[in-house]
Structure formats: structure tokens, C-alpha cells
Antibody, heavy 126, light 110 residues
Framework: EVQLVQSGAEVKKPGESLKISCEGS????????IGWVRQMPGKGLEWMGN????????RYSPSFQGQVTISADKSISTAYLQWSSLKASDTAMYYC???????????????????WGQGTTVTVSS | EIVLTQSPGTLSLSPGERATLSCRAS???????LAWYQQKPGQAPRLLIY???SRATGIPDRFSGSGSGTDFTLTISRLEPEDFAVYYC???????????FGPGTKVDIK
């Protein structure tokens, strides 16, 4: 079964650091981009960035560039999202998801974020 | 940067009715790079449609996607009780390479 399993809920204080994880199984982890999506309480989905575990190529949304770090350890099929200094405004649900692409006839086709983790709740409060 | 707008914000319908959801982009988007997702309360999003009109694995055929350029539509032909949820469109922009979600349309029971 193809799945992404995320680490558990976190409660942190402002200024603390945090690293959450997303472990893939049932497929070739190094061959698919993994994206991170934020959902603040009662709000919509925001794409934060993604990483290609095969070579660690990483892209960020301008809104999140410099605010978080996305990384991966392909030896254990795990992607990470980390903060060096949390703020109360980082309180949200964070999802990882697999981006699927297909290369056909000289073109790349996007097949969507087709596998999602269960989400990690991050609460930042003094 | 491409901005996605979804309308209406909320759609109040009864089971059995047809739902038509709109996603409009601030500039032209390749149909190959347009996807739709469904999210129910307390759950992760689920991929419904990719490539603007292709259903993802396991998605019932009452869901269909259409459109091109700047205007895309998700249609639910006959609403089932489990279809009441929030729906998001998503696009991929190549320059620079990044994804964007629309703000979502909530389909609730009338």
C-alpha cells in the first residue's frame, strides 16, 4: 500500500525549534516530489514548498521562503519540515503529499497530489 | 504569480442536485497543470481531478472537470450525502516553478 505517515502532534512555545516528518512507503520514494501544505485553523490550503528526495532539489513558495526548511533523508524514505524559531502564527495543520508527474511524448503532465499524509497538528503557545 | 479565484464561496444545495464550481486564474494556465481536491472536516484533502478533466483513481463518474485557459469548472452531476465538503483547485506555474491553491468552495446541505 502506498502511504505517507506523518509524525505526531506537537505543542511548542514561541521561539522553540521543531522538525516534523513524513515517511513514505509502498513506492519508490526517490522518484516523486513530496510537497508540504499548511492549513491554518478554519482556513484553506497553502502550498509551502516541495522536495525531490532523489537529489534533494527543493522549491519554496515565496510566502514560506526563509521561514521553514524542507529536507529529506532518502535512506529512510522520510521528508522533513522544520522551523528554527516558531511563532504563534505557525499554529496549523501541516500535510505532506506526493506530487505525481508523468513524462509522455516530450511533455510533463501533472497527475496531482495523489497521496496525502494524515497531517501533523502544530500548536505554538506560550 | 498566478492567483486562483473560486466561486461561489459557499454553495447550498440538496442531495440529488447538480453542483457547478468555478476556478478562475489571473492568467492562462496549462490544462495539464490544473487539479481539484475535496476536503471533508477532520480529513486530509483527496485528489479528485488532474489535468483539468481526468478523474483520479477511484473517483466516481458523477465528478467531472472541464475548462481551459483561465476558466475551469468542477461539476458534480448529482450530489450524494458524502459530497458535502470543501473543494479546492490547484495550479502549477512553471516560471518560477510553484503550486497555488484557490481559496476553496464549500458545498453544504440546503
Amino acid at each position: 500500500e502506498v502511504q505517507l505517515v506523518q509524525s505526531g502532534a506537537e505543542v511548542k512555545k514561541p521561539g522553540e525549534s521543531l522538525k516534523i516528518s513524513c515517511e513514505g512507503s509502498g513506492y519508490s520514494f526517490t522518484s516523486y516530489w513530496i510537497g508540504w501544505v499548511r492549513q491554518m485553523p478554519g482556513k484553506g490550503l497553502e502550498w509551502m514548498g516541495n522536495i525531490y528526495p532523489g537529489d534533494s532539489d527543493t522549491r519554496y513558495s515565496p510566502s514560506f521562503q526563509g521561514q521553514v526548511t524542507i529536507s529529506a533523508d532518502k535512506s529512510i524514505s522520510t521528508a522533513y519540515l522544520q522551523w528554527s524559531s516558531l511563532k504563534a502564527s505557525d499554529t496549523a495543520m501541516y500535510y505532506c503529499a506526493r506530487h505525481t508527474w508523468n513524462y509522455v511524448g516530450g511533455h510533463y503532465y501533472y497527475y496531482g497530489m495523489d497521496v496525502w499524509g494524515q497531517g501533523t497538528t502544530v500548536t505554538v503557545s506560550s | 504569480e498566478i492567483v486562483l479565484t473560486q466561486s461561489p464561496g459557499t454553495l447550498s444545495l440538496s442531495p440529488g442536485e447538480r453542483a457547478t464550481l468555478s476556478c478562475r486564474a489571473s492568467q492562462s494556465v496549462s490544462s495539464s497543470y490544473l487539479a481539484w481536491y475535496q476536503q471533508k472536516p477532520g480529513q486530509a484533502p483527496r485528489l479528485l481531478i488532474y489535468g483539468a478533466s481526468s478523474r483520479a483513481t477511484g473517483i466516481p463518474d458523477r465528478f467531472s472537470g472541464s475548462g481551459s485557459g483561465t476558466d475551469f469548472t468542477l461539476t458534480i452531476s448529482r450530489l450524494e450525502p458524502e459530497d458535502f465538503a470543501v473543494y479546492y483547485c490547484q495550479q502549477y506555474g512553471r516560471s518560477p516553478p510553484r503550486f497555488t491553491f484557490g481559496p476553496g468552495t464549500k458545498v453544504d446541505i440546503k
